[in-house]
Every structure is written in C-alpha cells, then in structure tokens.
C-alpha cells in the first residue's frame, strides 16, 4: 500500500505544472487522483490528532524529558508540508487548526522538559572539561539534582534541547532554515543567566555602576569563556544533525548582546546627563566587541548591517545619537589640538631611515592618520549606514579640512614672510608641510578603496536602494573632493619650492645669461681649443653649486614620488631658462661657444644620479651646443637646410628639436656669422 501511494504521489507531482492548461475531463480526473491521495492522509490525520491528545494528558500527569506526544504531533506538520503544493485547501485548514490546537500544550511541555534537564547539568555552572566528562557519566549521575533516569545527566541534556529544536523546526521552518529564528533552546538556556545578570547589575547594588561599565563586560566575557567548550562540543553537533544554519556559541552570544542592550535601554536617560559617563559606557563597549570579534571570532563573515552590536542601542533614539557624535568629534578636535602642539610634531618620523622612508613624512602626519583611524573604529561596526555617515561627515571628514587648513596656514606664512627664515628653515617647513600633504593624500585614496569606505560611498550615492555594493561598480570615493583639494596644495607647495629654486639660480648666474657677447681673452691665444683643458664659468659653478646643495637636501627629506616629479619641473624649467636666455641675448666666439659647451655639461652632471640620460630633459640646449660645436662644412650644410628648410638636413645633422625660425636666429650668433 505504502509503494502505491508513493506512485500515486509521484504521478500527481507530474500533473500538477499541466492543469493550467488542461480540459474539463483532464481536471476532473485530476481531482479524482487528488482525492485518492487525500483520503488516506485525512483518516492519518484523525488517527494521529486522537494520538496527540492522549499523550499530552499522559505528559502533563507525568513529566518527562522524552516527550511522547510529540512524535505523533511532528507526523502531523509532515504532512502539512507534504501537501503544501496540492489543492486540497479544505484539507490543508483542517491540518493547520489540528497544529494549532496542540501547539501551546506541545511547546511548553517541550520547554519544561528542557528547563528540567537544565537543573540536571546544574546549569549555568561554568563546564570545566572535567565536569562535562563527570555529566556524561551514568555513574557520577547520582550526584546530579533533579534525575530523571537513568541515563547521563548531559544525555538527558542533549535529548531535551534536540526535541525543542525539533518541534520549533516543524512550526517555523523557514525561519529556522534561513537563520533568522532565534533559537527557543538557547533562549531557555539564557534565562537563569539573566537572572543571574540582574542580581548583579539592576538595583541597588555596588555592582551596578554607570561609573564602571567594565565589571559588566568583564561577567559576561566570562561567561562566553567558560561556556565556550560546552557550546563547542555539545550543543553544535546537535544542530548540525539537524541540518540547522545556527551557530550554538554565536546564538548564545547573540542573546548576551541583547541582555546587554536591555540594560543599556535602562541607563541611557542617566547616561546622557553625564557625557563623561556615556562615552566611557560607548568605549567599553566597543572593547567588548573587539573582544568577542577577536577571541571567539563572532560574526567575522556577517555584512555590517546585519550584524549585532552592542553599541547600537547607543544610536536608537536621535537624542543619543547626535550625543555620541558630538562627543566623539569633541575628543577628535582637543586630540588634535594636542598633536598640533606637541614638540617636534612637524619633524620627521623616521630621520635616519631615509633608504627605505619614501614617505619622508612629519610625525604629526602618522600620528593624525591614526586618529582618523581610531574613529573609524569606534562608528564601522554600526549596522546603520547611515548613522556612520554622520561620523564620518561630522568628524573625519572635518578633522581632514582642519588639517589641510593647518598645512595651507603653514605654507602661507612662509611663503608670505620668508625673509623671516633662513633658507634651510623655510624649504624644511615648506618640506615637512609637503609630505604631510602627500600623506595624508595617499592615506585617503588607500581608505577610499577601502570596503568600509565604498559602502558608504555606495549608500550616500544611491541611499542604498540598490543592489549590494559588492556587485556592483561604485563611482568615485567619499574622499575625492578632499583629495582634490589636497593635490591643488601639494601643487602650489611645489611651484613655490620650484620658484624658490630657480629664482636663486637666476640670482646667481643674471651677469652669466646678461652678456650679449661671450669672449674671453685668454682663450684667443688658444691654437687648439678641442683640446684644451676649461674651468666651468665662475657665476654658472656658483648657481649650479647652490642648486646642488637644494637638490642634496630635497632628495634627503622630500618624499621619493614628489621628488621625482619635482627634479624632472626643475630640469624643464632649467631648460626653457636657458634656451630663451641665449637665444635672445648672446653671440659667440668661438672660444666662449666652447665654455658654454662646457659649461652645459657641467649642469647636465648636475641631473646625473637621478637619470642616465639628463640630455633628454635639456634637448633644446644640448642642441645649442650642438650647433655652436659644429664644423665650417656642417656650419654651411645646417645653413643651406635652414634655408631650403630641410628636415632630413636637419636630421642628418642631428637636429631633432629647433625649429628654421629658432635655427635663424642662433646662426646669427655663432662665431662665424651666416647669411639668411
């Protein structure tokens, strides 16, 4: 009989996607099928209800932990489940009146039986692993309160939390199955602990102190410590075997949170007359969390905005979240203050590890990024979005404006009254002021690409009303306006120090670029001048001197990015100084055409450790050279190209970057004079 209805059944499941579709005589047969399978199961229906009401009278007059009534009761929510996609609705009500006739009476024997055996473990007693080996024990079981047989006391135990979970499986099944039920079994193993809590820290007790949060953190760490073993080995494999998503010890942590939280609700109107009291309470708080992030890994794999927080009751009602804002942003603003003060703030972190400091920067720019980071990890762990935006705008991202105020005021100053500083004083501030620029900058665009950050980002951009931002392309950063702002400083910071560079080059070598002719005396005695030995020109040795001595001291304290770009400015500006210098002003002998060759090499010297090839940053003047080092024969060949204006004469001879017109007018001032 059993095989036949299960043919049957099989059949029906066929039919069941067809009857849209179907005629009059197909559905009529269908329903003839249906009510074959029906029958039987509305006569087990009847038989099974008269089971269930006998054996809950039994229960009830005889306590037990193996509750009888309940194998026939979970016989019923099987079936219910089985005719879940039949039309059979009448059917379908009688079933689910049935259940909820025996459900009360079937789940509180269930919860006694489990309350029972509790006093059998003599829970909440902390389970040493030598006491877990003494309940298991049929014959230290004589030692156990409360014995209900023969059996282990942590068999009974076990027993009794397996049914429960059962029962609250057959009544919320999708609940339970998704993970989003809170477990009756731990709920029931929470309630002596409760009571336990209570005694200690509601009332008028010393133990109950807003003053000393941390004794109440402290009880219930310990709690999870000594139970961790217990809910490790005994609990889980329980619900394992049923195929249940939960976690024992995470469920039973989720149940201290809310312990916690109710008491919080309590304190939190006295809390918030006291600010200094609040934001100790918010503190050990979040220690707690870290703690049982950190030691007993909870929730390490939950998105943020499931996850359960103490510190959220801190943000339940607008009145305390806008109070731990502003506390928070209070302790930033006198923090920061502090680090703007401290001695030595603005001297380098790391000022003898310059082989592997790139960053070059100032203590107070580690220092303020670690503040920053200290607030993000007092507000990331909240399950709203958009409580964390408002410390993120009201704190970071101001803090970040305070100190780009800080740097630009700094800057300004020295740019300002720079005859009130000796020149190794002003490029040092104007240095340490840079990297911290750049610091912070970087520090900003590494967050930026942060999960933290790009959920933030995603919620403020879309309000969160879209998919989750793991899945889709997140635009921008919450902090590109601030690296904008950033870079423009980094920039104008740079141009200064460029300025400042090649204003005192220009001090240096202004009679060297004035002359309009070039001609030394002593050179015209000089049969050979290829091969004789010059001296570089005395005000081009005393510029270039000076530069080196500002570029020894960037390439020491200026960050190896920034510097980077900074030698290659300087080399290009060099470059077109010089170009336009000469072409506008000079003519030459054929003796000063060779120092001035000379003297090009020297400053091409002067690039040397920071590229082999400093020509290619210098290519109009080393052209120049090129063509005032010429031969008569190529002197004449480079005049007939210029003036048939001829590229591939031009290229022949190695010119690459003058123009005719630039050609022209530096052929009117070489030594030997041409006709164009």
Excluded at 42 to 55: A, M, N, R, S
Excluded at 399 to 428: A, C, H
Excluded at 576 to 596: L, P
Excluded at 614 to 632: G, K, N
Aim: net charge negative.
């Amino acid at each position: 009989m059993r095989d036949e209805h299960i043919a049957k059944k099989i059949e029906l499941e066929k039919l069941i996607p067809i009857q849209m579709k179907a005629s009059k005589k197909e559905k009529e047969d269908f329903q003839k099928k249906i009510n074959l399978l029906i029958e039987p199961r509305t006569k087990e229906l009847e038989k099974l209800d008269l089971e269930v009401q006998k054996l809950i009278q039994k229960d009830l007059k005889k306590p037990a932990v193996n509750i009888k009534s309940l194998a026939p009761f979970l016989q019923i929510t099987d079936i219910a489940t089985e005719l879940t996609p039949y039309p059979c609705e009448e059917l379908k009500e009688k079933i689910a009146q049935t259940i909820e006739s025996h459900r009360e009476a079937i789940t509180k024997l269930a919860k006694q039986s489990l309350e029972t055996a509790l006093k059998g473990i003599e829970w909440p007693t902390p389970f040493t692993k030598m006491l877990i080996k003494s309940l298991g024990n049929a014959n230290d079981a004589s030692t156990m309160k409360e014995k209900q047989s023969n059996e282990p006391p942590l068999e009974v135990f076990k027993q009794a939390f397996d049914q429960l979970n059962k029962l609250q499986t057959a009544l919320e099944t999708r609940s339970m199955f998704d993970g989003t039920a809170s477990l009756w079994s731990i709920d029931l193993l929470m309630q002596p602990l409760k009571v336990r809590f209570q005694f200690h820290f509601e009332g008028d007790r010393p133990t109950n102190s807003l003053a000393r949060p941390e004794w109440m953190y402290a009880h219930v760490v310990g709690w999870i410590n000594s139970h961790n073993e217990f809910l490790l080995s005994h609990l889980q494999p329980l619900l394992i075997q049923e195929h249940l998503p939960h976690d024992a010890k995470e469920e039973f942590i989720k149940a201290i949170i809310e312990m916690v939280k109710d008491k919080i609700r309590q304190d939190l109107s006295a809390l918030l007359l006291k600010p200094d009291l609040l934001y100790l309470g918010i503190t050990h708080a979040l220690d707690f969390e870290s703690t049982i992030r950190r030691t007993h890994q909870f929730e390490l794999e939950v998105p943020i905005t499931l996850r359960k927080t103490v510190t959220s009751v801190f943000t339940e009602t607008k009145q305390s979240l806008e109070c731990w804002v502003a506390l928070e942003r209070d302790d930033a603003a006198t923090q920061f203050a502090t680090l703007v003060k401290k001695e030595g703030a603005w001297k380098r972190q790391y000022p003898d590890m310059s082989d592997v400091d790139d960053t070059r920067h100032p203590k107070i720019a580690e220092q303020f990024a670690n503040l920053l980071d200290s607030i993000t990890g007092r507000y990331s762990t909240l399950p709203n979005l958009e409580h964390q935006v408002k410390f993120l705008d009201n704190i970071q991202l101001e803090l970040i404006s305070l100190f780009y105020d800080q740097i630009k005021s700094q800057v300004t100053e020295v740019t300002q009254w720079k005859n009130t500083y000796q020149p190794g004083d002003r490029f040092m501030t104007l240095l340490m002021n840079l990297n911290a620029n750049k610091y912070i900058q970087q520090v900003m665009k590494n967050w930026g690409e942060n999960l933290h950050f790009l959920e933030l980002q995603f919620f403020m951009t879309t309000g969160g009303n879209s998919q989750d931002p793991k899945f889709v392309q997140v635009e921008g950063t919450v902090f590109d306006s601030k690296i904008e702002k950033f870079s423009i400083l980094n920039k104008s910071i740079l141009k200064h120090l460029l300025d400042n560079v090649l204003s005192d080059f220009k001090e240096r070598t202004f009679i060297y670029f004035k002359k309009r002719l070039w001609k030394s005396e002593h050179l015209n005695e000089v049969s050979d001048l290829s091969s004789y030995t010059f001296d570089m020109s005395y005000d081009m040795a005393e510029g270039l001197s000076q530069m080196r001595d500002h570029l020894t001291l960037f390439q020491y304290n200026m960050n190896v990015e920034v510097f980077e770009e900074f030698w290659r400015d300087l080399a290009r500006s060099l470059n077109t100084f010089i170009f336009e210098s000469i072409m506008s002003q000079h003519d030459f002998t054929m003796g000063s055409a060779h120092q001035f060759n000379h003297d090009v090499k020297g400053l091409l010297l002067l690039f040397r450790p920071y590229t082999p090839s400093p020509a290619s940053f210098f290519a109009e003047v080393v052209e120049i050279c090129r063509v005032l080092m010429m031969s008569v024969d190529d002197l004449k060949r480079l005049t007939s190209g210029v003036a048939q204006e001829s590229i591939a004469i031009l290229r022949d001879l190695g010119i690459q970057r003058l123009s005719f017109q630039q050609l022209r007018v530096l052929l009117q001032h070489t030594h030997q004079k041409t006709d164009l």
